[in-house]
């Protein structure tokens, strides 16, 4: 089955760039009618949607982090990924990774059935 | 300031009935659908009921999901201790063009 897995740097300075890769093995991030998603998860609190990217390239983002997000796709090396700029210490959390699916295909009728086992980012100096 | 309204906290005795609220408006749990995930301690969230009240293969069927206007609920029924964990609910919002979540119950086992 569909296995999801977060890797990237642990600690990020305050104003530079966080960047999170998500693999999936056990399918493939080009086919189906998927969105790949971002959540993140400040320690204590609750879950927070950052955005996702559709098979297509298509993305939607979180209004309150769209101007700090690029979520891609890299077909060849069969992963999506994030990037958040000028960071600071409100963006310390664990990361998730999820895939989004459909048994409808309205955009708005998918649920995160496969999430990914989660990493911790701090940012500090 | 979570979009969608939980209390963040429920409690029962093993094999009694409970039940979490989930509370929205028009643009997110009243026009689409709601999920429900469950993450136990330590663990990612892990996905309990999709489209209002249908339960993904494995979700045992004490785990049940309603919708109505703009306010869902999750039941679960005959609980057990393994049941202890954090419940998010979450939607579409059309206004945000976005997921949103519910702010979470702890769910206790007394």
């Known amino acids: 089955q569909v296995q999801l897995q977060e890797s990237g740097p642990g600690l990020v300075k305050p104003s530079q760039t966080l960047s999170l890769t998500c693999t999936v093995s056990?399918?493939?991030?080009?086919?189906?009618?998927?969105?790949w998603s971002w959540i993140r998860q400040p320690a204590g609190k609750g879950l927070e949607w950052i955005g996702r990217?559709?098979?297509?390239?298509?993305?939607n983002y979180n209004p309150s982090l769209k101007r700090r997000v690029t979520i891609s796709v890299d077909t060849s090396k069969n992963h999506f990924s994030l990037k958040l700029t000028s960071v600071t210490a409100a963006d310390t959390a664990v990361y998730f990774c999820?895939?989004?699916?459909?048994?409808?295909?309205?955009?708005?009728?998918?649920?995160?059935?496969?999430w990914g086992k989660g990493t911790t980012v701090t940012v500090s100096s | 300031q979570s979009v969608l309204t939980q209390p963040p906290s429920a409690s029962g005795t093993p094999g009694q009935r409970v039940t979490i609220s989930c509370s929205g408006s028009?643009?997110?749990?009243?026009?689409?659908?709601v999920n429900w995930y469950q993450q136990l301690p330590g663990t990612a969230p892990k996905l309990l009921i999709y489209?209002?009240?249908q339960r993904p293969s494995g979700v045992p069927d004490r785990f049940s999901g309603s919708k109505s206007g703009t306010s869902a609920s999750l039941a679960i029924s005959g609980l057990q201790s393994e049941d202890e964990a954090d419940y998010y609910c979450?939607?579409?919002?059309?206004?945000?063009?976005?997921?949103?979540f519910g702010g979470g119950t702890k769910l206790t086992v007394l």
């Open positions: 999820a895939r989004e699916s459909s048994s409808s295909l309205l955009y708005y009728q998918y649920y995160m059935d496969v």
């Open positions: 056990g399918g493939s991030v080009s086919r189906g009618s998927f969105f």
């Open positions: 489209n209002n009240n």
């Open positions: 979450a939607a579409w919002d059309d206004s945000l063009n976005g997921v949103v």
């Open positions: 028009n643009s997110n749990i009243g026009s689409n659908t």
């Open positions: 990217i559709f098979t297509t390239g298509s993305t």
